[in-house]
């Protein structure tokens, strides 16, 4: 069973940085396309990054490329973003995700709130 859980999240003043983490358990991750997904209140589910655990390869919205970066750690199983120059509508709660079938499959989530 995949499990997945979040943490690194807190509240961080505009142009701060974070460093999220997720340990994932339950599957092979090495060979594994895994997602960075958030909710900010009142909107819906929002893409930010996708990496392919075995080759390395990883996409961006255009919203956070340049400032987010996802990475990972094949030996730990733990999937990581780092987050910089944070921004007040970066708020939100953040989920990593695994990709299954078209299915993604979440975390509880880490809350992340920007604000002075």
């Known amino acids: 069973e995949v499990h997945l859980v979040e943490s690194g999240g807190g509240l961080v003043q505009p142009g701060g940085s974070l460093r999220l983490a997720c340990a994932a358990s339950g599957f092979t991750f090495l060979n594994s396309v895994m997602k960075w997904v958030r909710q900010a209140p009142g909107k819906g589910l929002e893409w930010i990054s996708t990496?392919?655990?075995?080759?390395?390869?990883?996409a961006y919205a255009d919203s956070v490329k340049g400032r987010f970066t996802i990475s990972r750690d094949n030996a730990k199983n733990t999937l990581y973003l780092q987050l910089n120059s944070l921004k007040t509508e970066d708020t939100a709660i953040y989920y990593c995700?695994?990709?299954?079938?078209?299915?993604?499959?979440r975390g509880q989530g880490t809350q992340v709130t920007v604000s002075s």
């Open positions: 990496i392919n655990t075995y080759s390395g390869a990883t």
């Open positions: 995700g695994k990709v299954q079938g078209f299915d993604l499959i």
